[in-house]
Nanobody
Framework: QVQLVESGGGLVQAGDSLRLSCAASGLTFNSYVIGWFRQAPGKEREFVAAINWSGAYIDYVDSMKGRFTISRDNAKNTVYLHMNSLLPEDTAIYYC????????????????????WGQGTQVTVSS
């Protein structure tokens, strides 16, 4: 059974940085695509970033490119989301998700293409 556990969220001030972690178990980690999504109150879940098993393929939402960096450590079965220069509008619950279907550029940002999800970690950025 696939299990994803996010951690690293918290309350920070605008301009601060956070590193979120997604620890995976129950899967062949180095064959999975891992994505990060977020959902703010009253809004739909949105794509943030994704990375393939080797790290050779990475995708970001343009608005977050340059501020957010996704990386993975296959030896630790963990994917990270480094978030810099945080803004109040980054406040959301951040989820990681996994799929084993390989890198499909047209579907990387599609939440429904990921069958496995973590419980989320809250990030709150105060102004």
């Amino acid at each position: 059974q696939v299990q994803l556990v996010e951690s690293g969220g918290g309350l920070v001030q605008a301009g601060d940085s956070l590193r979120l972690s997604c620890a995976a178990s129950g899967l062949t980690f180095n064959s999975y695509v891992i994505g990060w999504f977020r959902q703010a109150p009253g809004k739909e879940r949105e794509f943030v970033a994704a990375i393939n098993w080797s790290g050779a393929y990475i995708d970001y939402v343009d608005s977050m490119k340059g501020r957010f960096t996704i990386s993975r450590d296959n030896a630790k079965n963990t994917v990270y989301l480094h978030m810099n220069s945080l803004l109040p509008e980054d406040t959301a619950i951040y989820y990681c998700a996994a799929k084993s279907f390989g890198w499909q550029p047209a579907r990387t940002r599609v939440a429904s293409s990921y069958p496995d999800w973590g419980q989320g970690t809250q990030v709150t950025v105060s102004s």
